[in-house]
T-cell receptor, first 110, second 115 residues
Framework: LAKTTQPISMDSYEGQEVNITCSHN???????ITWYQQFPSQGPRFIIQ???TKVTNEVASLFIPADRKSSTLSLPRVSLSDTAVYYC???????????FGKGTMLLVSP | ETGVTQTPRHLVMGMTNKKSLKCEQH?????MYWYKQSAKKPLELMFV???????ENNSVPSRFSPECPNSSHLFLHLHTLQPEDSALYLC??????????????FGAGSRLTVL
């Protein structure tokens, strides 16, 4: 079960690019990296998933270095509505892909 | 309706009541889950159903009883709860539970208050 470490909180301003890094030093060969976003009193929402290198979708980019011991979620030009908790999950099956940590509380200010 | 739907959205019950939370998914997924989220705490996985079979019971007290009659429906039956059980209960679904590329789709949650 790969343990993940994320910053507890981050602050940003509207229009800036935000990078949230997740450390997972004991990631296993078959593990995927998945990021979710959660607003207060709502269920988490899937943002992006990757295995290696770089993945990009309409919402974010995920950068994974060659050793895969960390990953960085990049949110371009954040807005106030991006204020939320962001979770990094790492696993290859079952319980490991279902366990949420404390996440990173991102606060975007005007 | 699409996605994962949870009812009721809000529930207030006494400690001696019996109530149920309902979850329905219209995504054709084969796995469904119950999570509990207390104030300012991480999500806690409670139960996992994969192809209608319960595969995980994360040391949940017996006053919480899940039921999965088919792959689209999941219930959480509540009986003699305690005030500390007050929380947001989230249902989720995914294609299957045993996949590294597992992606969860969550419902909006049921806010439970136990008096």
């Amino acid at each position: 079960l790969a343990k993940t470490t994320q910053p507890i909180s981050m602050d940003s301003y509207e229009g800036q690019e935000v990078n949230i890094t997740c450390s997972h030093n004991n990631i296993a060969t078959n593990d995927y990296i998945t990021w979710y976003q959660q607003f207060p009193s709502q269920g988490p929402r899937f943002i992006i998933q990757g295995y290696k290198t770089k993945v990009t979708n309409e919402v974010a980019s995920l950068f994974i270095p060659a050793d895969r011991k960390s990953s960085t979620l990049s949110l371009p030009r954040v807005s106030l509505s991006d204020t939320a908790v962001y979770y990094c999950l790492v696993g290859d099956s079952g319980y490991s892909t279902l366990t949420f940590g404390k996440g990173t509380m991102l606060l975007v200010s005007p | 309706e699409t996605g994962v739907t949870q009812t009721p959205r809000h529930l207030v019950m006494g400690m001696t009541n019996k109530k149920s939370l309902k979850c329905e998914q219209h995504l054709g997924h084969n796995a469904m889950y119950w999570y509990k989220q207390s104030a300012k705490k991480p999500l806690e996985l409670m139960f996992v159903y994969n192809f209608k079979e319960q595969t995980e019971n994360n040391s949940v007290p017996s006053r919480f009883s899940p039921e999965c009659p088919n792959s689209s429906h999941l219930f959480l039956h509540l009986h003699t709860l305690q005030p500390e059980d007050s929380a947001l209960y989230l249902c989720a679904s995914s294609q299957e539970a045993d996949s590294g590329a597992n992606v969860l789709t969550f419902g909006a949650g049921s806010r439970l208050t136990v008096l």
